[in-house]
T-cell receptor, first 116, second 113 residues
Framework: AQSVTQLDSHVSVSEGTPVLLRCNYS??????LFWYVQHPNKGLQLLLK??????LVKGINGFEAEFKKSETSFHLTKPSAHMSDAAEYFC??????????????FGQGTTLQVKP | DTEVTQTPKHLVMGMTNKKSLKCEQH?????MYWYKQKAKKPPELMFV???????INESVPSRFSPECPNSSLLNLHLHALQPEDSALYLC????????????FGPGTRLTVL
């Protein structure tokens, strides 16, 4: 079955240090991949989306992700963490063959803690 | 503007009450979604409306009744809920066939007593 695996349930970094949130996916086709962020008691905000135009995708707030087909990975990075980055992050893939109103498959989420 | 609005922000209801959640978007999106999210878990899809027609129902109990009166508005009618239905209810919209990106609202925090 198609899946998304976020390899770390919890990541802790110090403010000003790099962030790496890891995601592996399974897909039979060229996938639609997303990263969303959710701050406490808020909705999900789109950080970035992979559209096959480029393997390195730049998102909002300094985040970027690299699509590696050979490794079926879509890891999220940021050069320097800010306290406001503390949140839950979801890696998401659109279910194969489900079309533009299709189902999203969510990873279990990674909680990012940023220490002062 | 990629804003989806939801009202109310918080809702407390008894098991015999009838209430409704409302979602609105003015981006011209023709697909709208309801998700349920429990604490520390990813969202779970409940319903999808495409061009105002129900296209996906994820075997949701009949005590949840969706409605899409027009292309901008999505309601979720609640009746005879159980305490385990307490959760964050998220609405999202997307713009088929142009894009599959879903934009989420801030959610309604529902507590069933």
């Amino acid at each position: 079955a198609q899946s998304v695996t976020q390899l770390d349930s919890h990541v802790s970094v110090s403010e000003g240090t790099p962030v790496l949130l890891r995601c592996n996916y399974s897909s039979s086709y060229s996938p639609s991949l997303f990263w969303y962020v959710q701050h406490p008691n808020k909705g999900l905000q789109l950080l970035l989306k992979y559209t096959s135009a480029a393997t390195l995708v730049k998102g909002i707030n300094g985040f970027e992700a690299e699509f590696k087909k050979s490794e079926t990975s879509f890891h999220l990075t940021k050069p320097s963490a800010h306290m406001s980055d503390a949140a839950e992050y979801f890696c998401v893939v659109r279910r194969d063959g489900s079309g533009n109103t299709g189902k999203l498959i969510f990873g279990q989420g990674t909680t990012l803690q940023v220490k002062p | 503007d990629t804003e989806v609005t939801q009202t109310p922000k918080h809702l407390v209801m008894g098991m015999t009450n009838k209430k409704s959640l409302k979602c609105e978007q003015h981006m011209g999106h023709r697909a709208m979604y309801w998700y349920k999210q429990k604490a520390k878990k990813p969202p779970e899809l409940m319903f999808v409306y495409s061009y105002e027609k129900l296209s996906i129902n994820e075997s949701v109990p009949s005590r949840f009744s969706p409605e899409c009166p027009n292309s901008s508005l999505l309601n979720l009618h609640l009746h005879a809920l159980q305490p385990e239905d307490s959760a964050l209810y998220l609405c999202a919209s997307s713009h088929p066939p142009v894009s599959d990106t879903q934009y989420f609202g801030p959610g309604t925090r529902l507590t069933v007593l």
